[in-house]
């Protein structure tokens, strides 16, 4: 049972977008069953929708429209090949990326973030499906949750594969030891501002 609605993986783990769409599915679909067989036990018993049976088929709308939504959501999201994410794949190693962020900002507004690399100095971000007019906000929204949380990080989202690898080339995957607390900050900010 734990297979079918737990999760295994760690939001920002590789694998943690598709356990998650499937996990949304699978409570979308219990909860629509929920709905249907209370609503037809009510027929059933009752002859009529007008009975007790009703209320918790009703009821239980609410959550399915939930999780099915945010399985929606999610559904923007594609996963990193694996030819693009072998190419940065000392990054992983050396535990400065975070995968597939459905990222939130303070409106409520999701951007897709598929591949985000913290170190010491900044975090950079490859998202392809996020608008050139929407990548300032985006930007300049995390920069000030993040220096909320006294984290006074640079960030910049990149479109292109080509300048966002250009970009990690730059960074040395090896955190200094000073500053491997601040990493660990900066990411579970990260994942607390995503789904």
Known sequence: MNDFFGNPYSKGQYEYLAARKRQQLHFTLVCAFVVIAFVAAGLIVYHSTKNILTVPGVLMVLPAANFFVTWLALGKGKPL??????????????????????????????????????????????????????????????????????????????GDWAEYVKRLQEINPEVPEDQVKLVEKAQEVMLGMSL
């Open 81 to 158: 090949d694996e030819a693009r994410r072998q190419q940065v794949r000392v990054y992983e190693d050396s535990g400065l990326v975070l995968f597939h962020l459905m990222y939130v900002d303070e409106k409520g507004k999701r951007f897709f973030l598929e591949h985000v690399t913290v170190y010491q100095n900044a975090v950079v971000a490859f998202a392809p499906s996020v608008k050139d007019s929407e990548r300032v906000p985006l930007e300049s929204d995390c920069i000030m949750r993040l220096r909320k949380k006294g984290i006074n990080l640079r960030l910049k989202v990149y």
